[in-house]
């Protein structure tokens, strides 16, 4: 996967830092394009997965639209050139500031998770003279069969509107002028791997649409967020995941209403294997069963293992070493949790050795840390 070039690149950079292959995130986008423009649906980036700059300008250069979480993820996308049109805001918690920001930028769809937000969109929108588009998000119950630090779209879940919601919601609705329904929002959770929950999905859309329409209601569009699950085990054999499958689903399931346009909020599996962690192996330990080999990166540059006991692919770039032996692939921050793989197999390991650890795209960066007073590490290209 890394050429002999680029492991000497990798030699002269201080470590840990992350590398991102722009020729891989370029094919993915290409391939998200393809598949996608096949039904003409809006793709809007979800900018918490990866917001680093160059990353942003790229996929903003492929005509991809921007899903934020936050006020300063709108100014981030805006500052990326994101058209304000393709910019779509969610969040159970939108500060005032952040709301006001939107409305500053003119974005084209706040997706509303409450009806005490409904109020304050609207009150905020009627002192700036605006009228505010949104979506409702709604909670569709579904499983996605995913760890469940990353469901959302349970009853349980602090996310969204839920079915018995919905009368007060049209009730407050027809109350407040300076909101403008426009779509339907749901997300049921991420790294997806069991494409049959976006099935689960569709069909549980397509009830809901029967509900609002025997209420009167047609939206221009529907959102159906992102989740698409990437493969971590094997990163160089599936480094682009399969959009043409995904998105035949939604074509397959979802029942549009003529002219209803859908809309897709993916994260994960637009940016997750275009980058790795590169860490520098410390020291190598004895241990009971297995050895440790400690490395200079930590869960405060991929806090994911940590977190979620995520999985990712680490392989010893630098060894020559025929032998393989077991090793606890472990950080340095001073917690127990702060491991990146048990027991796996590597040749045998020394002080000095370059690790990659794979598919550190998403939610790799944007959730580093200074835990332990440590420096924000670099990007490299
Ligand atoms: N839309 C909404 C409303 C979301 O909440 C999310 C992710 C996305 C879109 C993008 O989902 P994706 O396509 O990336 O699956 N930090 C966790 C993942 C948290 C996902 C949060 N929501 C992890 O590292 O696994």
Redesign the pocket.
Known sequence: MFSTELITKFNDTPTPFYYYNLELLENTLEAIKEASSAYNYHVHY?L??NSNHKILALIESHGFGA?C?GGNEVKRAVECNFSADKIVF?GVGKTDDEINIALENDIFCF?CESIPELEVINELAEKKGKVAQIAL?INPNVNANT?H??T?GLEENK?GINRWEFEDILKTLEQLDHIKLIGLHF?I????TDLSAFKGLCLRVNEIQEWFYEHKIIVDHINV?????IDYENPKENPIPDFKKFFKIFNDFIALRPQQQLHF?????VVGQCGTLISKVLYVKNGVNTDFAIVDAGMTELL?PA??Q?THSIENLTSNSQELKRYDVVGPICESSDCFAKSLLLPETKRGDLVAIHSAG??GEV?ASQYNLRDLVKAIY
């Open positions: 979800a918490k997965a899903d979480v969610a997706n998000r760890h630090y990353i959302t996310f997300h959770g991420s790294q997806i967020g992102g989740g698409l699950g909020e993916l994260g994960r599996s994911r977190l979620y995520a998403a939610y959730m």
